[in-house]
């Protein structure tokens, strides 16, 4: 892939794209139970384990399903209702612990982005003027509520899964056509996702379809397939973020605890600082090694200075610090000037020019 052809984009104070640290978004989405004091221990949890950016969801209850699925009995998590609609409106924050939330973000030099999941929350968040929107894989196909934001012309980062590339097409050039920035996640949505099933090798495929930057939405239980997603050149990293796993709610078992999450971050950069520039040469960490052990111009023989030396007068040993063998032809055939001993390196300044 020719990185130089694809463009990175602004998010915040944050250059994202190839050749730019990993930017890291903690996924807080629905992990603050509704609580706004679990929400900000959260963005404190995002802030120490070194991520860049902290997201959250919004939803309007009313327009995420039909009547009869909304009044559904639903007794997965009874300290929240005892219907779906009731557990959905538990977890929504209105505007008043929105503003308090983002202004805790700034305070802690976080970037604040949010996922809308339906036209009436676009126009709830653009009261914020937020840096960025974040679309979940099953809005894809929901072509009217991306117009709407390919409006707004802010960066987009939209996950990729659960849809075909014929579909994924024509989410990409709706935005592509408003000149909206864009960053697609490879995401599988499975919850967690087994490894066989990760599929990582979309990562390249996504950047060399679309030549936008590309990163990795994860549900994975641990964090191996993330730091196999930034080796093969994913530019942002979201993963879902928890207190503890064993938290009543929708996404808590597949979340990353807070120490596991300082551990990730950690090792993303890690992996960054092992990719390297893809250039070849010798560093100056080999240069030591080569001096050592690559070999040089030795005399077999003494050799009296008015002597033409001669191919047999030669060998090649360690150290590496001499006349490379590339470099026989400028001393054999050539007279000596000096006298050389048996067994030492030959230099050029011992033979004549």
């Given at each position: ?66 009547e ?11 300290s ?21 939330l ?22 709830f ?95 994975e239980?641990?964090f191996?397939p993330?730091l ?11 993963r ?47 240069q ?47 007279r ?8 030492t ?9």
């Open positions: 892939m020719n990185k130089e052809t694809i463009t990175s984009i602004q998010i915040g104070d944050r250059t994202v794209g190839p050749g730019s640290p990993c930017f890291v978004i903690g996924e807080i989405g629905l992990n603050h139970n509704g609580d706004i004091g679990i929400a900000k221990r959260l963005i404190d949890v995002a802030k120490q384990c070194g991520c860049d950016a902290v997201k959250l969801q919004k939803r309007t209850v009313s327009e995420l399903a039909i009869p699925v909304l009044n559904a009995k639903d007794d997965r998590f009874p929240f209702g005892k219907t779906y609609r009731q557990i959905r409106e538990h977890l929504e924050f209105d505007v008043i612990e929105f503003k308090e983002i202004e805790y973000s700034r305070q802690k030099d976080l970037i604040f982005i949010c996922t809308p999941f339906d036209i009436p929350a676009i126009e968040l653009e009261q914020f003027d937020l840096p960025a929107y974040k679309i979940a894989s099953h809005s894809v196909t929901n072509l009217p509520m991306l117009e709407r934001l390919s409006e707004l012309k802010k960066p987009v980062i939209m996950s990729t899964g659960m849809c075909e590339f014929m579909e994924l097409d024509a989410a990409v050039e709706l935005f592509k056509r408003s000149s909206t920035p864009l960053i697609l996640l490879h995401c599988v949505s499975s919850y967690p996702t087994p490894p066989t099933e990760q599929n990582l090798l979309l990562i390249d495929a996504l950047r060399r379809r679309y030549r936008v930057p590309v990163g990795y939405s994860g549900h239980i641990g191996l993330t196999i997603a930034i080796a093969l050149g994913a530019s942002v990293v979201e879902h973020i928890t207190l503890d796993s064993k938290m009543e709610g929708f996404d808590h078992k597949l979340s990353i605890e807070p120490d596991a999450l300082a551990d990730m971050v950690t090792k993303i950069h890690l992996v960054e600082s092992m990719l390297g520039t893809g250039s070849k040469g010798v560093s100056a960490i080999e030591i090694t080569r001096n050592k052990y690559h070999v040089s111009m030795v005399s077999i023989r003494n050799i009296k200075a008015g002597e033409i030396i001669t191919r047999n007068m030669v060998t090649f040993k360690n150290p590496g610090t001499g006349l490379p063998p590339s470099r026989l032809s400028d001393v054999v055939g050539k000596a000037v000096v006298d050389i001993s048996v067994d390196l030959i230099t050029l300044d011992q033979v004549e020019t």
